[in-house]
């Protein structure tokens, strides 16, 4: 795709966005809540694909991103928002979404430069390290609430926020990897080897991609922190991180367009067997496990990928 036809695809998914927040008072309010999820888990798929399927490595940690931008931008709103006139409450939010990111990217950023020489089971053990340690620190951290997590969070998350920053994401991540520069994160991605031998820092290449993908990682914990107005360390355990990996597993590794689709489904897919009960997540998990032995390469891989460029 050109950078014309991105661009325009960005402003089409923004335009849609504001459309359909417009109109969102209308809606079911349930059906509302799972659509915004179904927006936050785009955001944190298609960034955590700029790492695991762009980049070639294996990240655990992504839910320790989510949560640092998470509580970073809920505490800025909470102390700030008393003070702020109404008018300007939009942008308080959109500054503390982007504070949050920032913060969750120079989190991400310590934690790449001495762990990202590693690879495969090692960095996979290194990033699950320190999903643990984000939430340990949370779940003792008293100012953010600890244990008993953190409250009173306003409603700022809408159907508009979440899919305009959801077409951002996409939007810079395709083009990041479709640049002259991102070829690197290619090159890095098939034979790490090969591309030191023609002058590419792959350290560097790894640890960009990093920064960036918690970056819109904290992006997504910002939008999630004020849409369902309470945080706790325990959502985002281990488990979180697995379900943002199986997204990308499951989308095709390196497949935009994939990612997207397979985010909406393992949203979509526990709120259509909460008829099941008890046996909702029993059901879920051999789902997976099926589509993994069936679709090996990716449930939504349509068409082979050109080498050197990534699809969306």
């Known amino acids: 795709m ?3 036809g991105a661009k ?3 402003l089409a998914g923004i335009a849609l966005a504001i459309l359909a927040s417009y109109f969102s008072g209308q809606f079911n309010r349930y059906y509302l809540g799972i659509a915004i999820d179904c927006g936050i888990a785009i955001i944190l798929a298609v960034s955590l694909n700029l790492i695991n399927g762009h980049t070639g490595q294996f990240s ?3 839910a320790g991103f989510m949560a640092v931008g998470g509580y970073t931008a809920a505490k ?3 102390v700030l928002e008393p003070s702020i006139p109404d008018a300007f409450k939009p942008l308080l939010f959109l500054g503390a979404l982007i504070f949050g990111g920032l913060i969750a990217a120079i989190i991400g950023l310590a934690v790449g430069i001495p762990s990202l020489r590693l690879k495969g089971d090692y960095l996979a053990i290194v990033t699950l390290g320190f999903g643990e340690i984000i939430r340990v620190v949370l779940q003792n951290m008293e100012s953010v609430g600890a244990a008993s997590g ?4 306003p409603k700022y998350t809408t159907l508009g926020w979440t899919f305009g920053l959801a077409a951002v994401t996409i939007y810079v991540i395709t083009a990041l990897v479709n640049s002259t520069y991102g070829r690197g994160f290619i090159a890095v991605h098939d034979d790490e080897v090969a591309a030191s031998s023609m002058g590419i820092n792959p350290v560097r290449y790894k640890v960009t991609a990093f920064v960036t993908g918690a970056f819109f990682a904290g992006i997504a914990g ?3 922190a004020h849409h369902k107005q309470f945080l706790s360390p325990t959502g985002f355990d281990f488990l979180k991180s697995i379900d943002i990996v199986v997204m990308v597993i499951l989308g095709g590794m390196g497949r935009t367009v994939g990612v997207i689709m397979a985010a909406i489904l393992l949203t979509l897919m526990p709120e259509v067997l909460r008829q099941f009960s008890d046996y909702r997540m029993i059901i879920y998990a051999l789902l997976i496990i099926g589509l993994m032995i069936l679709r090996p390469q990716g449930l939504f891989t ?4 050109k080498k050197g460029a990534a699809e969306i």
């Open 2 to 4: 050109t950078d014309r």
């Open 8 to 10: 325009r695809w960005l």
């Open 60 to 62: 655990l940690g992504h």
């Open 76 to 78: 800025i709103t909470l």
């Open 150 to 153: 953190l409250k009173g969070i």
């Open 222 to 224: 910002g939008l999630y």
């Open 302 to 305: 349509f068409t082979k990928k």
